[in-house]
């Protein structure tokens, strides 16, 4: 698929500082505030935030065919991305014209300049979505293993339905939060070792998942189903996705129906919505599936993405420290399988639906995406440069992930996903 905006020849007239995630062949969308201004939608280039309600007020998306130019000004993207691709690919395409360094059409009218861009330490940056419905999904082969073999028996790690169908269930869209909001550690039952009686109290066992996750949108009718050739069309785009979990007591809960309070107290997405579109460049092949899945899990064509991931923890007044780098092409199961095996059933689907990826890991240690991995069920702790050690996250630590694709001079990415750890309430 040829893309304008994603041309690696492009320069913006804003300037875009070394390595920033958000050059001028990003164009991700957004939702921020400024002051006591309403949340409204915008995009970013370099650290300016751009006011889409503002370049609307001016006219610059009059020619798109846009009918309601009021989706600019709603508190979430659902409204606009349920245009669908096609209209989507154009207001991105525009975009990337407007702020083009050889165009001067924005660039000299002043007073919408004045009236668009944003410094992004102005402004605050908010839930981008409204998540209507959430599937967690299970589908790194490599996470999937380690637990296996960790808490199950190694000859037999994956159960045996792991490699004919992207295991997933459905979590609380509720406590989905956007970057920078912090995360009180939760209190359920567990079952201390070596007795039969559970206790309650705060989780001992805090971890974070590695994870991304794609949104939708487009809306189908219950009983409906979107066929895997079909499914990218439904997918406007990716945010990185922190799966907080309390490993104590999901081992306690989880039989016999899954993840409950273990997993519902908060998950954290970067702010800014990265489209598919842009990261059409970086598509490589996926792991070989094998036995052969389904025929309605065939695809054809390069369906993974090479998005580099990264996970740093930060003690309270300490310097961050990477602990993870893993890569999204890892994933077994692809987002149009996922989406694909999610609505085979009738399932119908929603603008603004969130689907993340399960743990992204990878085949070496340091690409593991929890701590439960890292440090081996608490074997193997990770030492800090405070010199303090780490089995599982500790009140007050601070969870930074951090992804980005880089092909051809040209580096795509999220910004971050940042939580701080509080003690129980």
């Known amino acids: ?6 041309d690696p020849s492009l320069k913006s007239w804003l300037e875009v500082p070394e390595n920033s995630d958000f050059p001028i062949q990003n164009i991700p969308f957004g939702i921020f505030k400024y002051e006591d201004d309403e949340p409204r939608t915008a995009t970013r280039i370099g650290d300016h935030v751009i006011d889409l309600s503002a370049l609307a007020d001016f006219g610059y998306f009059d020619k798109l065919g846009i009918e309601d130019l009021s989706v600019f000004y709603q508190p979430v993207l ?34 919408a300049r004045n009236n668009a861009i944003f410094k992004i ?4 940056m908010m839930m981008p979505v409204q998540v209507g419905d959430y599937t967690d999904f299970y589908s790194s082969e490599e996470h999937a293993t380690n637990v296996g073999t960790m808490f199950r028996d190694p000859d037999n790690a994956l159960l045996p339905n792991w490699k004919h169908i992207p295991v997933g269930y459905h979590g609380r869209s509720s406590s989905i939060v956007v970057s920078e909001t912090n995360i009180h550690r939760p209190k359920g039952q567990t079952l201390p070792p070596d007795t039969d009686k559970p206790v309650f109290g705060p989780t001992k066992l805090m971890d974070f998942e590695l994870e991304m996750a794609f949104v939708t949108c487009r809306e189908t009718p219950l009983g409906e189903n979107i066929p895997v050739d079909e499914a990218e069309d439904a997918i406007i785009g990716l945010v ?5 979990s309390a490993r104590d007591i999901q081992k306690w809960e989880y039989v016999p129906l899954g993840p409950f309070l ?20 970086f598509r490589v092949e996926g792991p070989k599936q094998d036995p052969p899945v389904l025929p309605y899990l065939k695809f054809e064509g390069r369906k993974n993405f090479d998005i580099n991931l990264e996970v740093y923890l930060q003690a309270e007044n300490q310097p961050e420290h990477r602990v993870c780098l893993s890569n999204f092409k890892y994933m077994y199961w692809n987002m149009a399988q996922q989406l694909a095996h999610q609505s085979v059933n009738g399932c119908n689907i929603r603008v603004g639906d969130m689907y993340a990826s399960g743990t992204i890991s990878g085949p070496t240690p340091e690409s593991y995406g929890s701590m439960l991995e890292l440090s081996w069920k608490g074997t193997k702790p990770i030492v800090m440069p405070d010199g303090s050690q780490r089995k599982f996250i500790n009140d007050n630590d601070t969870i930074i992930m951090r992804g980005f694709a880089e092909k051809d001079g040209v580096r795509v990415g999220f910004g971050e996903s940042k939580t701080k750890i509080l003690p129980a309430l």
């Open 78 to 111: 659902n409204d606009i991305f349920a245009f669908g691709k096609p209209m989507m690919c154009k207001v991105r395409n525009r975009l990337s014209d407007l702020f083009e360094a050889g165009n001067e059409e924005l660039k000299n009218d002043h007073e």
């Open 1 to 6: 698929m040829n893309i304008k905006a994603n």
């Open 262 to 281: 273990a997993k519902n107290f908060g998950s954290v997405i970067s702010p800014w919505i990265v489209t598919l579109d842009a990261f059409e460049p």
């Open 240 to 244: 990185l996705f922190n799966d907080l």
């Open 121 to 124: 330490e102005e402004v605050k």
